[in-house]
């Protein structure tokens, strides 16, 4: 089972794709994480992706490409890429999803959902007003002081919103010629966004009843 997981930052993919990947026993392979792991390396290609990354702009498509593809299997979930038309077009070469789910989700909500973000060190993430920890600014589990991204800060966070807008959201034509994209309404609660993920996949032929 191949998936490819749309929506804008903010929408919930990481989490959603974390869900799937448990329930359908697939590989999670998130190009943001990805990219995150090149930056805090320092290596090569992290140092070409940061450049884009801190002014809140995708990376060259080969450099992403170059980032994910060796992550690429028969059973995977990509969440974060393709992002554009010609990542699309580059990734059909050599990987054909089964089915694209596109969480679509209101433009203030997704604003509010990344402003208010919160990360630590350890890997551990909050939100200010969904998930705050129990102690302002200071994590649950390893009592880290917790800071907000620079992709997290409101300016960035519009301008990865509107580049969102005009190099994805084609993408959303593209796989509904191809008769394989289902959207889902990512407003409501992770559990029923889930829920109607499962449903999708469920009526899949070629995904066994879990």
Do not use: W
Not at 4 to 31: E, R
Request: net charge positive.
């Amino acid at each position: 089972m191949k998936i490819v997981l749309l929506g804008p930052p903010g929408c919930g993919k990481g989490t959603q794709a974390k869900k799937i990947s448990g329930k359908y026993n697939l590989a999670h392979v998130s190009t943001g994480d990805l990219l995150r792991k090149a930056v805090a390396e320092k290596t090569e290609l992290g140092l070409k992706a940061k450049e884009y990354m801190d002014k809140g702009k995708l990376g060259p498509d080969e450099l992403v490409l170059e980032i994910v593809k060796p992550g690429l299997s028969d059973d995977v979930i990509l969440d974060g890429f393709p992002r554009n038309l010609n990542q699309a077009v580059m990734l059909k070469n050599f990987f054909s999803p089964d089915v694209v789910l596109n969480i679509n989700v209101d433009f203030n909500v997704l604003v509010k959902r990344l402003t208010g973000r919160r990360s630590c060190r350890c890997g551990a993430v909050y939100h200010t007003e969904y998930n705050p920890p129990k102690k302002e600014g200071i994590c649950d589990k390893c009592n880290s002081r917790l800071y907000q991204r620079d992709d997290d800060k409101e300016e960035v966070v519009v301008k990865r919103i509107e580049t969102y807008k005009k190099e994805t959201k084609p993408l959303i034509d593209y796989y509904k010629k191809q008769r394989i994209l289902k959207t889902i309404n990512g407003n409501l609660s992770i559990h029923d966004v889930f829920d109607e993920i499962c449903r999708i996949l469920n009526n899949k032929t070629y995904i066994p009843l879990m």
